[in-house]
């Protein structure tokens, strides 16, 4: 038992439904948007616990009755963050298939299917044709619906693990027995549970009793650090008062019963798994909007940087030493102050390494201890020095203090870290040149100006001292006694400084360069010291020059939305330190009302409405909370910010190559949609029948459509602003479509069309106007233009052939097309046919060009004929003439000819 | 990018809200811009020749395609592909006149006694005929018709004539014997270049009508050379119709003599007919006549229409 806490509800109050069923996530409404927006307004942490146990109805050792917990829970609801909705997968399967343009071809089919039955029952021997055109729509929306019911269905699967990682039972007295497997979402306001190292705590509560409990909030407020819990005054800020815990922070530090968290294994394996991807994408929307990104914010610890403190800086009192120096060893060689700086780091420590090398404890007692660990090993050190007593630290002290016995002088030690200002006025001597001298003014002053220095590049400084104490004065059997001190803790002599810092992640400085490239305004939003916010940000390149702005919470809680607005406006390079998670939705909402897309990462649970307000919220896979993951909408799984330009890029290319399949699909309407026009105006036999068009939009079309979006990205991809309003379809894509090459595959078409015709005898001039006479079943005797008569039959089957030259002169312009749209931008000399897909594509669609035209059978049902081999080549000289002209397309776009005017034309 | 968002004095303008009526007398003409539809008459003027360039280079390729191909693969008197190398196939079908006005129809129907009842039937046949009539009267034509017959057949690039001066009663003068209820029907082969009949020699085939069995082996003892016909039958449908539909006469022969085929895109070439006369039929009732051509390279199916055609006659 580590600590016994009473559960109450505060974070959670705002979503728990009155009525537990029946609410989703959808409900998450403006309103209560702007209850988040505000502090969380609560007194249950500042009212004595005496209070605070009748306000509950509860009792500290016994906690609640069974049956008040089940009318609470009965009244409140469950103990859980409100779910995302949640669909059986019947009723996915049914959204799936029945969504937007696929009730259009539900309705067709029907039609189709009932003009079927009209017939059968009227005519003694109805055509087929209606028949196969409702099975062929059938199967159409079935495959589309199956296809994404699927893809939808495995991401659900996905996310199910991640729920699955949450605690599902906590430890709670009620009737005053204590079990431990009461079901997390059972507990109720009042209930008194108990919490040990490794849990993730189960509700939001307020601490009764505590022993060295620490949590990890960095769920909730991105720090990294552990902070201590305990039952003490709390402070009008929830979040920072240190009486309360709050729901899946996670319980690292107390009682060593040395159980490392099964929830944390878990994770990682999954994220070990999950690895290969980076980032999980949860909705497709959401990277395609990430293309369009034109701002993130972007959270400092673990995304920026490492998300693990190091030791930088070592500051002795000549000089400063950089631990990166190449020359760091050799400089500190038999630095005397330096091997004392090393015993005392050593000692004043409460982290520890496992025999296996893993070491557990606070954030910069680890990094302290690693840094050690590469000139001595500090468990052989803490051998020598066993320890006797030991002060730990606390808030108001700043400082840590431990008492070892030197067992090789038999003379007691006292080892002292804490914050520089305190330290530095306790010391009155100091290791200069390995001699031990006063601490004069001038090195104090020189101590303060590397303080400064170092706290300037974002550093945190620890400082350290010792003092060796008289053996006469404390002889071996002394008693130290910790709360009313008798030792020494004046007088000390001055070891030196250490600063520790998160360092940036090594690729991000690249990866912020790249996207400022790419027109992409990347903001900080931190919870840290703003002059640690503006290191990291120069360092990462957030901010470029030395007057990058900062914008702490307290300003931003003084600032209107207007004025916010206009500091936006302002300053381009900003950088918002110590704010609340709570003040990311006000960011946000600022950059959305510039009009901007905005990206915004989080991990907290207070991060949720941030994420849900931006309009792409991408969470953290290692640190992210629950909540965070399921309202964001993409989740990176190595926390790391360079995912997040890879997955500009890939946002940027997916659109790019939806735009190229779209443009590939339009340019196929052309040559379907003009023959019916010429059938009508010009009254010539039909040039294109409808089961041809179906099998050219549905079946030819299909591969190569989907594998334009397996094309690399092009080379403007990330050299462009962020589209704002470049719409999917673009006037100047229908018009290269619907006026330029479309035009060219319908002259192909035609080109065919007439050829077969001409060979049987119809030459083009005789086609126009005997429509009339070719399509009546009672003139068995139609004239071509030789004098020879065809019967109905002859005159059909011909009309077959001509239909399928035109569908083969469409399916190799097609192919053509398809290589052409390759790219939008770069000559396809330049880009090559790389894309194995669509080759694959390109091949499957002349196979099944040749089924649909050879396949016995299958060609009756296509009603498609046997052609001639000579006729397959008719379209060539079209094919080339498109080739000709876009590759002259995209020559002009490049160079930007014609002042620019062609880009705009023609440039989709 | 940072500079232009850095303007210290920027101040935030919403664009001014304009009616939907501006809004589209500004699409017709924009004052500021000068735009019409849209558009700069500079920008008009540069997409007018653009598009001029672009139609002109496609419109092009397909006339040269076009031209190319026509030319040099396609012969303007002869078909590239014939009989079973084009679709045409080698059977040719048969086809009746006069035809119904209802273009879906088959359906021959008319009131016996009223002119202004068979007058429609009468005139189509009259316009059908017509070209037969005026063949010598066109220049040119009238110079290669040869007057052929079994002995005779005509020297290459000369045709044979169809008299149909003396198929009484199934002439113009006479109505073509509609206003006696006993009308003609004029049959027709369909055209294919280069098709010859082969003609039965020796045995008949078995669904042959009996009577025409018999006259085709009359013929053969009689005159030999007269049996080279692609023989014609016309019968009813259903064994009430057979009984309906009467005796019938075949004018001039009961088929369509050899020597008209094959058929090369002469000038002036005139399909052979047969006036089918059903001499008293059935008045006041459907009857359902389906005629044959009769030759071995002569396919049939009654399905698919192929060698036979169908109609129906009813006189009131």
């Not at chain 1, 099964?262 to 980076?278: I, P």
């Not at chain 1, 001190?485 to 400084?497: E, I, M, T």
């Not at chain 1, 092009?714 to 309003?725: N, W």
């Not at chain 2, 849209?38 to 390729?61: C, D, H, M, N, Q």
Request: glycine content about 6%; hydrophobic content about 40%; proline content about 5%.
């Amino acid at each position: 038992m580590n600590s016994k806490s009473s559960s109450l509800s505060s974070i959670s109050d705002l979503f728990r439904p009155t009525n537990p069923r029946g609410l989703r996530s959808r409900d998450l409404s403006s309103t209560r948007l702007s209850v988040l927006k505000q502090e969380i307004q609560t007194d249950t942490h500042l009212i004595p616990l005496k209070n605070l146990y009748t306000l509950l109805g509860t009792d500290p050792i016994n906690g609640l009755t069974n049956n008040r917990a089940k009318e609470l829970l009965e009244y409140y609801g469950p103990n859980t963050l409100t779910p995302t909705t949640q669909f059986l997968w019947p009723r996915l399967l049914f959204k799936s298939l029945c969504t937007g343009f696929s009730i259009v071809i539900w309705l067709g089919a029907i039609l189709c299917l009932t003009a079927y039955l009209i017939e059968l029952s009227t005519k003694p021997d109805p055509r087929p044709d209606n028949l196969y055109l409702g099975c062929v729509l059938i199967a159409v929306d079935l495959i589309c619906g199956l296809f994404s019911f699927f893809q939808n269905y495995k991401s659900s699967q996905i996310l199910k693990t991640f729920n699955s990682m949450i605690p599902m039972y906590a430890k709670c007295t009620r009737d005053g027995v204590l079990t431990t497997d009461t079901e997390v979402h059972n507990l109720v306001k009042g209930d008194i549970v108990y919490v040990e190292i490794g849990d993730v705590i189960p509700a939001d509560i307020r601490i009764i009793e505590s022993k060295g409990f620490k949590v990890d909030n960095s769920s909730l407020t991105g720090e990294c650090i552990a902070v201590s819990r305990s039952n003490t005054d709390g402070t009008p800020n929830i979040l920072e008062s240190p009486n309360v815990a709050f729901s899946s922070a996670l319980c690292v530090e107390g009682w060593a019963k040395g159980l490392q968290p099964t929830v944390t294994a878990s994770l990682t394996l999954t994220a070990k798994r999950m690895v290969a991807k980076q980032c999980l994408i949860k909705n497709l929307e959401a990277i395609e909007a990430l293309g369009a990104c034109t701002t993130i914010c972007s959270d400092k610890t673990g995304t920026l940087t490492e998300n693990k403190m190091c030791v930088r800086h070592i500051w002795m009192p000549d000089k400063t030493y950089s631990v990166l120096d190449d020359d760091f060893d050799s400089s500190l060689q038999n630095n005397q102050a330096f091997i004392s700086l090393k015993v005392c780091g050593a000692l004043c420590s409460n982290a520890s390494v496992s025999s296996s090398g893993v070491m557990r404890g606070d954030a910069s007692e680890k990094a302290i201890l690693n840094f050690l660990i590469n000139f001595d090993d500090p468990i052989a050190i803490r051998k020598m020095y066993p320890k006797v007593a030991e002060i730990p630290f606390n808030s108001v002290n700043k400082y840590q203090v431990s008492v070892h016995l030197d067992t090789s002088t038999s003379k007691f030690l006292v080892v002292i870290k804490g914050a520089p200002e305190c330290i530095v006025s306790r010391c009155l001597s100091i290791i200069v040149n390995n001699e031990i001298t006063d601490m004069s003014t001038e090195i104090k002053e020189a101590a303060n100006v590397a303080i400064e220095n170092l706290a300037n590049t974002g550093e945190r400084i620890l400082a350290f001292a010792d003092c060796v104490l008289d053996p006469e004065e404390f002889p071996l059997d002394y008693k130290f006694d910790t709360e009313n001190v008798n030792f020494p803790l004046d007088n000390l002599r001055f070891l030196g400084l250490i600063g520790l810092k998160d360092p940036p992640r090594e690729e991000v400085r690249f990866a912020i360069q790249r996207v400022r490239e790419a027109g992409v305004r990347v903001m900080m939003v931190t919870g840290d010291h703003p002059a640690t916010a503006r290191a990291v940000a120069s360092e990462v390149g957030i901010a470029t020059t030395p007057d990058c702005h900062v914008v702490t919470g307290t300003d931003l809680r003084n600032m209107t939305p207007d004025l916010l607005y206009l500091t936006l406006e302002k300053h381009y390079e900003i950088v918002f330190a110590r704010t609340s998670p709570t003040q990311k939705l006000t960011i946000v909402e600022a950059c959305q009302r510039q009009g901007g897309v905005v990206a915004v990462t989080g991990d907290g649970v207070n991060d949720a409405p941030a994420l849900r307000r931006a309009d792409i919220g991408i969470s953290m896979g290692i640190t992210g909370s629950q909540v965070s993951k399921q309202t964001a909408d993409i989740i990176l799984m190595d926390d790391n910010f360079a995912t997040i330009v890879t997955g500009i890029e890939e946002g940027r290319k997916i659109f790019d190559n939806l735009k190229k399949s779209v443009c590939y699909i339009l340019i196929s309407n052309v040559p379907e949609i003009i023959p019916v026009l010429m059938f009508i105006l010009f009254s010539i036999p039909l040039p294109l029948g409808v089961m041809t068009i179906l099998c050219v939009d549905l079946g030819t079309d299909m591969w190569p459509a989907v594998s334009l979006s397996y094309e690399q990205a092009e080379q403007d991809v990330m050299a462009r602003p962020p589209r704002t309003s470049d719409p999917l379809v673009s006037a100047s894509m229908l018009r290269l479509a619907y006026g330029h090459l479309g035009l060219v595959e319908f002259a192909a078409g035609m080109f065919a069309y007439f050829i077969v015709m001409a060979e049987h005898g119809f030459y083009p001039s005789s086609l126009f106007g005997i429509r009339e006479r070719w399509d009546n079943e009672a003139v068995s005797d139609v004239e071509d233009s030789l004098g020879q008569e065809w019967t109905y039959a002859e005159r059909k089957e011909l009309e077959r052939a001509c239909q399928a030259a035109y569908f083969v002169a469409v399916v190799i312009t097609q192919m053509m097309n398809g290589v052409i749209c390759k790219t939008r931008y770069n000559s396809l000399f330049h880009v090559g046919m790389k894309n194995n897909v669509l080759k694959m594509g390109l091949l499957v669609e002349l196979m099944l060009a040749c089924a649909v035209c050879y396949v016995p059978g299958v060609n009756t049902f296509f009603r498609t004929y046997p052609l001639r081999l000579r006729w397959w080549f008719l379209a060539l000289p079209f094919a080339a003439f498109m080739f000709v002209f876009d590759e002259f397309r995209k020559y002009c776009i490049r160079r930007q000819n014609f002042g620019r005017w062609f880009n705009k034309l023609i440039y989709y | 990018m940072p500079s232009h968002r850095m303007e210290e004095f920027e101040i935030d303008r919403k664009p001014t809200r304009k009616p939907a009526k501006q809004k589209f007398y500004d699409f017709l003409y924009n004052d500021e811009t000068g735009a019409i539809l849209g558009r700069t008459p500079e920008s008009w003027g540069k997409i007018l020749i653009f598009y001029a360039i672009f139609y002109a280079v496609l419109i092009s390729l397909f006339a040269i395609c076009m031209a190319t191909f026509l030319q040099h693969f396609i012969n303007p008197r002869v078909p590239r592909l014939q009989q079973d190398g084009g679709l045409i196939g080698a059977s040719p079908g048969l086809g009746f006149r006069p035809l119904p006005a209802d273009v879906r129809s088959t359906l021959i129907w008319y009131k016996g006694t009223g002119y202004d009842s068979y007058k429609y039937w009468e005139d189509q046949l009259i316009e059908f005929l017509s070209e037969y009539k005026k063949k010598g009267q066109t220049a040119g034509a009238g110079q290669n018709i040869h007057n052929c017959n079994f002995g005779s057949l005509p020297p290459p690039g000369k045709i044979c004539d169809v008299d149909i001066q003396g198929w009484k009663p199934c002439i113009e003068e006479d109505h073509f014997s509609f206003h006696k209820s006993s009308p003609c029907i004029f049959l027709k082969l369909n055209r294919i270049y280069g098709w010859r009949p082969q003609f039965y020699e020796g045995g008949l085939p078995q669904d042959m009508p009996k009577d025409l069995q018999a006259h085709i082996q009359n013929l053969r003892t009689t005159n030999s050379s007269y049996a080279n016909m692609v023989w014609v039958s016309c019968q009813g449908e259903t064994p009430a119709d057979k009984e309906n539909i009467g005796p019938i006469q075949y004018i001039p022969h009961q088929g369509f003599p050899g020597y008209y085929y094959p058929y090369n895109n002469a000038e002036g070439y005139l399909s052979p007919l047969v006036a089918v006369h059903l001499v008293r039929p059935r008045t006041g009732i459907i009857i359902n006549i389906e005629c044959r051509a009769w030759a071995s390279n002569i396919a049939y199916s009654r399905k698919d229409r192929v060698g036979v055609v169908h109609f129906e006659l009813m006189i009131e």
